[in-house]
């Protein structure tokens, strides 16, 4: 039996590896929203990076035996310094704007991925796939809204945070085609903690054992998130798993109404399931012209 039949004979296992992935993902977001008015977001981002470091330990031995060129270093530099800004921005969008919207924004990633890959990569950019952006990009506008409400920093954020995000898993596709996927993980975390540090230096005030515990529990979730995700791919293709994605932002609504006090705002439902449905949408056409998927086939916070 071949691997990709194997792969599609478990789609069961593939769901509920998704739906475990949707899980961190929503409480890492939780934990972050939780923290936020108690830490800086450049230290918080810092802290959840270099505690995250621990995770690493099973990557050594292959980082150590990898030589670089000094192409690639340039590569892993820059995908560092994208990586970094957009960790800070996104901590920085989670202490001023609703849970669930920042789960609905963080959906354009992939949108500007397929984009990226188009301008920067070569990739033929189809009618279809224009489309799907363009529906995206509708998704986006019903989400912000401009002229009907105030567009807020935290908005502004997120939508740098999807942009330099979007770079940065370019540059990552770049990079897992000459090296293993362990280290591409291990270099961006050692870039990211690297970059951050003098930001969280200069923002810096002594963190409680509790911040540091759920600094820890962000940092154990958001490596799960990753990992159950690997499984998920693994064991169904991306358009089995791809629309399960879409109860991340129903979990975040309900999390953010119960736990945050944040109302609920059809809009942004609305406007998150369009861009939801784009980015499966190209998904989905990538498994049937059975070509490497540039688009991140989950859509979850990547941080």
């Known amino acids: 039996m071949s691997s990709a039949t194997q792969t599609s004979s478990r789609p069961l296992a593939g769901i509920l590896w998704m739906l475990l992935t949707g899980i961190c993902f929503v409480c890492m977001t939780a934990l972050v929203k939780l923290l936020g008015p108690s830490m800086h977001p450049i230290q918080a981002g810092f802290l959840r990076y270099l505690l995250g470091l621990v995770f690493l330990l099973p990557a050594i031995r292959p980082l150590l035996a990898t030589r670089l060129t000094g192409r690639q270093w ?17 901590f920085f969008a989670m202490t001023q704007i609703p849970l669930a919207e920042v789960t609905a924004m963080n959906y354009l990633t992939p949108v500007y991925v397929t984009l990226g890959a188009a301008l920067l990569l070569g990739e033929t950019l189809a009618a279809r796939r224009i489309s799907a952006v363009i529906v995206a990009l509708v998704g986006a506008v019903i989400i912000l809204r401009p002229g009907f409400r105030e567009i807020a920093p935290g908005h502004l954020a997120m939508l740098g945070t999807s942009l330099l995000l979007g770079g940065s898993y370019l540059l990552a596709k770049v990079t897992v085609d000459e090296v293993s996927p362990a280290v591409v993980l291990a270099q961006l975390s050692l870039w990211v903690t690297l970059f951050l540090a003098p930001f969280a230096a200069a923002v810096w005030s002594p963190p409680s054992w509790a911040e540091l515990g759920i600094l820890f529990l962000i940092a154990t979730f958001a490596t799960g998130g990753h990992y159950f995700m690997t499984l998920a791919l693994q064991a169904a293709p991306v358009a089995v798993t791809q629309p399960v994605t879409f109860l ?56």
């Open 74 to 90: 340039r590569l892993f530099g820059l995908r560092g310094v994208l990586h970094a800004v957009g960790v800070m921005l996104w």
């Open 248 to 303: 991340q932002l129903i979990w975040s609504v309900a999390l953010g109404a119960a736990v945050f006090g944040e109302g609920v705002d059809v809009w942004v439902v609305a406007g998150g399931t369009l861009i939801l449905a784009a980015v499966s949408f190209i998904t989905w056409r990538e498994a049937v012209l059975r070509r490497r998927a540039l688009t991140p086939p989950s859509v979850g916070p990547k941080l």
